[in-house]
């Protein structure tokens, strides 16, 4: 009886899958890490104080508005509010640590982890699928079928010629 070993392409298979199935659980379980998320914006109401015109380059109004019972007097990301105006604001802290306040709902949107672990083992499973698809779809090449013990398919002109040298293929003596 004979047996097969995994042809070159089913272990190629095996193998990209279990490397696809290792980074989907480290991508669902946070394997891998990315920079925390900043704070969350403190969301207020202020009144504009001064107003700055537009056309100067870099203007902000200045706003009043109350967080966690701390008054805040700070320049607006903003400019051109009449003096007096309740607008909606937000309270961030920048990357230096200063506070810094911004028209509510201006700033970019919260990141939402699992949304990109989910993505990211999307991407995974695509990519599964397409290389699954090409191994499917491949030509099959003729492989040399490796001879057998009992494989003795000799042609009658090479049986003439041993004969001819007066010894048999089969024998150990010549």
């Known amino acids: ?5 995994l042809s070159g392409r089913w272990l190629a298979v095996a193998t990209v899958l279990g490397v696809l199935m290792a980074a989907a659980l480290a991508t669902l379980y946070g394997g891998l890490r990315r920079e925390p998320a900043p704070p969350a914006p403190r969301p207020a109401t202020g009144t504009v104080l001064e107003s700055a015109p537009c056309a100067r380059p870099g203007a902000r109004d200045t706003v009043v508005f109350v967080v966690d019972g701390r008054s805040y007097r700070l320049p607006l990301d903003a400019c051109g509010n009449p003096a007096g105006i309740v ?24 990141r939402n982890v699992v949304a990109e672990r989910v993505g990211a083992l ?5 990519a599964l699928s397409g290389s699954l698809f090409a191994v499917l779809v491949s030509p099959r090449r003729a492989r040399a079928r490796p001879p057998e013990a009992d494989d003795h398919h000799v042609s009658a002109a ?3 010629k041993v004969r001819a040298l007066g010894s048999s293929p089969w024998s150990c003596t010549g």
């Open 1 to 5: 009886m004979v047996t097969r070993s």
């Open 87 to 110: 607008i909606d604001v937000e309270l961030v802290i920048t990357e230096d640590g200063e506070p810094a306040v911004r028209p509510a709902g201006t700033g970019p949107e919260p």
């Open 122 to 126: 999307l991407l995974a499973l695509a």
């Open 158 to 160: 090479a049986v003439a």
